[in-house]
């Protein structure tokens, strides 16, 4: 019976119970319902943009130097019969007489020309000729070889800039970009060689009268300082020309024409922009290393300078440069291609490394004066090399 009861008041509790809580269910709002979906899409941002900086080697353009000129030291004055005129030479210079004449009241004038000057310079012991005269010179080298010289420029590196936009993938590994890059290389060419010449030099020579010539270099007028006693007894020192005195004019005039070389040494010194734009595909051959492959147009905007450096050696006196140079600046459109090797360290950053080439034609550049006439071509159309640096996604 005990047990009937039990069992009697078990089932009232429960009912009991779940009537309870019916009556709670039925009298309370419903809990939320439980988001799962929080559109988390729309916030997580795949790099689209890919900056890449880096240094691009390419081999040097091939120039041609074409051309030739004339060495001309000082020119002699065509009058070899007028005296007290300024006559300038390669090693040494004839100015007009500047003696000076003092009267008792301290009133200078000229002196009266007597055929010779106190002012004149030279230069080198070997212009002293063995009868005791001075010798002075002129020079003209005139180049007898206008051959063509061809010469590879030294390979240039620099640096490079390109950004790509992803466009989007073609299959499971390809995809395809499109992207601008911007690089700077330099242009540096030299040639230095002997070139055969007609070599003219003009010597005039000049009387010492006698004199022993002072050691060179010498410039005049020179002067001394004279002990002299006043009329007062008394001792004053009295400056004195002590100059070596030339003839004013020329005794006689020697033109002589011989064979001989001029060193002439060509330079094109210069830099280039290149602007290339294109697109490129990728294949992902493994889940950080791509290959890629790329092909457009490249427009070359370039600035140099031609210098040809004459250099002839007489046998008396220092060497006569004479340089001659032009300046340009061209827009050379090409194209390029490259195939390039990239590696992922993050989702964000990698290296890449590849190969290029590019074209971009050729140009000429001129020197023209009345003493030169010099061309070069430099031939930017057959340009290789390698590309290496940093990839950064955005």
Same mark, same amino acid.
Do not use: C
């Given at each position: 019976m005990?047990?009937f009861r039990?069992v009697?008041?078990?089932?009232?509790?429960?009912?009991?119970?779940?009537r309870?809580?019916?009556?709670?269910e039925?009298?309370q709002q419903?809990?939320?319902e439980i988001i799962?979906?929080?559109?988390?899409?729309e916030?997580i941002?795949?790099p689209k943009f !890919?900056?890449?900086?880096g240094m691009?080697?390419l081999t040097? /353009?091939k120039?041609?130097?074409?051309?030739r000129g004339?060495?001309?030291?000082v020119a002699?004055?065509a009058?070899?019969?007028?005296?007290?005129?300024?006559r300038?030479?390669?090693?040494g210079?004839?100015?007009?007489d500047?003696?000076?004449?003092?009267?008792s009241?301290g009133?200078t004038?000229?002196?009266?020309?007597?055929?010779y000057?106190?002012?004149? +310079?030279?230069?080198f012991?070997?212009q002293v000729?063995p009868?005791g005269n001075?010798?002075?010179?002129t020079y /003209?080298a005139d180049i007898?070889?206008p051959?063509a010289r061809?010469q590879?420029?030294d #390979?240039s +590196?620099?640096i490079?800039?390109?950004?790509a936009?992803?466009m989007?993938?073609? !299959?499971?590994?390809?995809?395809?970009?499109l992207?601008?890059?911007l690089s700077?290389?330099?242009?540096n060419?030299a040639?230095?060689?002997n070139?055969s010449?007609?070599i003219t030099?003009?010597t005039d020579?000049?009387?010492?009268?006698?004199q022993?010539?002072p050691?060179p270099?010498?410039?005049?007028p020179?002067s001394?300082?004279t002990?002299v006693v006043?009329?007062?007894g008394?001792?004053?020192s009295v400056p004195?020309?002590s100059?070596?005195?030339?003839g004013?004019?020329p005794l006689?005039r020697l033109?002589t024409?011989? !064979?001989g070389?001029?060193?002439n040494?060509w330079?094109v010194?210069?830099?280039y922009?290149?602007?290339?734009?294109?697109p #490129?595909l990728?294949?992902?051959i493994?889940?950080k290393?791509?290959?890629?492959l790329?092909?457009?147009?490249a427009?070359v905007f370039?600035g140099s300078t031609?210098?040809?450096?004459?250099?002839?050696s007489?046998?008396?006196?220092d060497?006569?440069?004479s340089?001659?140079?032009?300046t340009?600046?061209?827009l050379?459109?090409?194209?390029?291609?490259?195939?390039?090797?990239e590696?992922?360290f993050t989702?964000?950053?990698?290296?890449y490394a590849?190969?290029?080439?590019?074209s971009?034609?050729?140009?000429?550049?001129?020197?023209?004066?009345?003493?030169?006439?010099? /061309? !070069?071509?430099?031939d930017?159309?057959s340009?290789q090399g390698?590309?290496?640096?940093m990839n950064?996604r955005?």
């Amino acid at each position: 019976m005990k047990t009937f009861r039990l069992v009697a008041l078990g089932a009232f509790l429960i009912t009991l119970g779940s009537r309870i809580a019916h009556a709670q269910e039925g009298g309370q709002q419903q809990p939320d319902e439980i988001i799962t979906d929080f559109g988390i899409d729309e916030f997580i941002y795949t790099p689209k943009f !890919t900056l890449s900086l880096g240094m691009r080697s390419l081999t040097g /353009s091939k120039t041609n130097f074409t051309g030739r000129g004339a060495v001309l030291s000082v020119a002699a004055l065509a009058d070899t019969t007028t005296p007290g005129l300024t006559r300038y030479y390669h090693d040494g210079t004839v100015f007009t007489d500047t003696r000076l004449i003092t009267d008792s009241d301290g009133n200078t004038t000229p002196i009266t020309p007597d055929g010779y000057t106190n002012s004149w +310079s030279y230069n080198f012991a070997e212009q002293v000729t063995p009868d005791g005269n001075m010798a002075f010179h002129t020079y /003209s080298a005139d180049i007898r070889d206008p051959g063509a010289r061809n010469q590879k420029a030294d #390979s240039s +590196s620099g640096i490079e800039v390109v950004v790509a936009r992803d466009m989007g993938a073609i !299959t499971k590994k390809l995809d395809w970009k499109l992207f601008v890059g911007l690089s700077l290389n330099d242009i540096n060419s030299a040639r230095s060689e002997n070139l055969s010449a007609t070599i003219t030099t003009t010597t005039d020579f000049y009387s010492l009268n006698g004199q022993t010539p002072p050691p060179p270099p010498y410039l005049g007028p020179t002067s001394s300082v004279t002990s002299v006693v006043g009329a007062d007894g008394s001792v004053i020192s009295v400056p004195t020309d002590s100059s070596t005195l030339l003839g004013s004019q020329p005794l006689g005039r020697l033109t002589t024409v011989t !064979t001989g070389t001029v060193l002439n040494r060509w330079k094109v010194k210069g830099a280039y922009f290149t602007l290339r734009a294109g697109p #490129s595909l990728s294949y992902a051959i493994t889940e950080k290393l791509k290959a890629t492959l790329s092909l457009g147009a490249a427009l070359v905007f370039v600035g140099s300078t031609y210098t040809v450096d004459q250099i002839y050696s007489p046998d008396v006196g220092d060497d006569i440069d004479s340089k001659v140079d032009n300046t340009t600046e061209k827009l050379l459109p090409g194209y390029y291609a490259d195939a390039t090797l990239e590696y992922a360290f993050t989702e964000r950053a990698g290296a890449y490394a590849g190969a290029i080439f590019q074209s971009n034609g050729s140009y000429e550049q001129r020197i023209a004066t009345t003493e030169a006439n010099y /061309s !070069t071509k430099i031939d930017l159309a057959s340009l290789q090399g390698f590309r290496l640096g940093m990839n950064f996604r955005f």
